[in-house]
């Protein structure tokens, strides 16, 4: 994707921290599964323009998708892993239905090439569909 050389932070998190962070960044007052902040935004964005940023996961919110879904928690964490890299590397899936599409493409891609299989994956792209 043209990131070799760059860096992000992964940190794991509850729900209480998740819907804290959700609250204060982003006004909603709920858990999320993942957010992803970008250090190439805002102001200063262009000070570590290897720094890709910051992907935050909810370790609940990820075993609980995975058993409502059948699918392993290994596999949930690789999916939101890689949701919010691509949030970072410059997709959105909230502008428009093509972005959604080139970012559901893009993910199946990855996650193919982390060994998963796209049968596994329906249910997260029928969600975003």
Known sequence: MGYTDAELSIVIVDDDEMADLNRRYRQQDSTTDVLAFSMSDGEFGDIAPDMLGDVIISA??????????????????????????????????????????????????????????????????????
């Open 60 to 129: 609940p919110t990820a075993e609980s998708m995975g058993r409502r879904h059948h699918v392993t928690l290994p596999m949930v964490l690789d999916l939101l892993l890689v949701h919010g890299i691509l949030h970072l590397t410059g997709y959105d899936h909230e502008q428009d239905h093509e972005q959604a599409r080139e970012m559901d493409a893009k993910s199946m891609e990855i996650m193919e090439m982390l060994g998963h299989h796209k049968r596994d994956l329906g249910w997260f792209l029928e969600q975003t569909e």
